[in-house]
């Protein structure tokens, strides 16, 4: 981004070369040294593997990053959610697009077909009468879309039953104009924050094994899966040793959260070992009640739908919070106006969607500020 031709008083936070105390709060704050360490870590596991890597950008909702995790993360291309989310990212430039969810309706559909035009575009389906709204679509504006049968392996949200439910609906898919099968969405969301590993893992068979069920079955009606998508942060590596998945949709790898804090890996510490990158910084701006200091980072720069945050401190708690303010626990009273706090948000992914800005810094230097590129692309 070129910040010189910027207009005086451009709503960002910070701007590179500025140090960390000069960044304006609440801001969301990216360590590069640890954000990097994750881009390696899962970078050499796909490769050690053999596996794909699909990275879900849903997590961060950022061009700049999904580019480096194609680049340099080993990444073949991204999810997305919505069809709005994967516009925004065509725009930016990536090509190679799964919208890793069901898509309804015409106004959607159309869109998502005239995407294909400039992108390699996959959906997923759970659900016959979309097949032939995808279809059509596709037919009026020329176009090819991709489609995956999604299949319920246990997380009862979304996708037909596994079995033979699911090849029915991959014969439709493979008898509608302009729709090509792809293969079979199989990613299990619950379990991916199961803390005990010894739980994880037996909810991670339990899917892997309707996944595989479903997968022969559909070659045996002689429609081969070129992509078994699935898997997320916390169980990756388990699906990875069942031989079932061959594309992982892994999205907070990149940043981590305070949820994640809790998920335990089979050998100890965090999933993959991957750290913490991602932070809100926080500025101290009232001290007025002994031990209980308060910050300016509220409900809209934190989402707490997974707990509180975790204060990036010793002996400091953040406890309560409200629009704007965050109420800490601070029983030595050695906080004052103006001190700032690392905050590691309860769950990533909606937090980046309460920002505009990612400030990425080194050290104590700001290095580069990424825009939220589909913030709020939510339809």
């Known amino acids: 981004m070129d910040f010189e031709t910027l207009e ?7 701007r590179p070369g500025q140090r960390i105390d000069q960044i304006l709060t609440p801001a969301l704050v990216v360590d590069l040294d640890r954000f990097e360490h994750n881009l390696r870590r899962m970078r050499d596991f796909v490769a050690r593997t053999g596996l794909r890597l699909r990275a879900h950008a849903k997590t961060h909702k950022s061009a700049d990053i999904a580019r480096m995790q194609i680049e340099e993360g080993g990444a073949c291309g991204i999810c997305c959610q ?9 725009r ?3 090509t190679d697009i799964l919208v890793s969810n069901e898509v309804w309706g015409e106004a959607r559909t159309d869109r998502l077909a005239r995407l294909a035009a400039k992108a390699r575009i996959i959906v997923c389906v759970d659900d016959v009468r979309s097949v032939d709204q995808l279809s059509q679509a596709a037919l009026r504006h020329g176009a090819t879309l991709e489609v995956l049968i999604e299949i319920d392996c246990g997380a009862h949200r979304c996708g037909v039953a596994p079995g033979s439910v699911a090849v029915e609906l991959a014969q439709a898919v493979k008898h509608a104009p302009s729709l090509r099968f792809e293969g079979v969405q199989a990613y299990q969301g619950s379990l991916q924050h199961v803390e ?9 068979e339990a899917a892997a094994r309707a996944t595989r069920t479903t997968v022969e079955m559909l070659a045996a009606a002689g429609m081969e899966c070129h992509t078994v998508g699935g898997a ?3 169980s990756f590596a388990m699906d990875a040793a069942l031989g079932v998945i061959n594309e992982l949709q892994c999205g907070s790898y990149i940043f981590m959260d305070a949820h994640y804090d809790q998920v335990e890996e089979e050998g100890g510490g965090r999933p993959g070992g991957m750290e913490n990158s991602l932070f809100v910084l926080a500025g101290v701006t009232s001290t007025a009640i002994a031990g209980r200091p308060v910050c300016d980072a509220g409900l809209k720069a934190l989402a707490v739908d997974s707990g509180l945050p975790r204060v990036d401190r010793a002996r400091i708690q953040y406890v309560r919070a ?3 303010h965050g ?3 601070d029983p030595e009273s050695v906080l004052d106006v103006g001190d700032r706090l690392l905050l590691v948000p309860g769950h990533c992914d909606p937090t980046c ?12 230097r700001v290095e580069a500020i990424w825009p939220v590129t589909a913030r709020g692309k939510l339809f």
């Open 92 to 94: 930016a430039g990536i």
């Open 8 to 14: 005086v008083g451009y709503d960002i936070p910070a």
């Open 322 to 324: 409200s629009d704007e």
């Open 353 to 364: 969607n309460l920002h505009d800005w990612y400030v990425a810094v080194r050290g104590d």
């Open 232 to 234: 997320g942060t916390g």
């Open 196 to 204: 005990d590993p010894i739980e994880r893992r037996q909810k991670v």
């Open 327 to 329: 109420v800490l626990d």
């Open 82 to 90: 919505k069809v709005s989310e994967a516009e925004a990212f065509v």
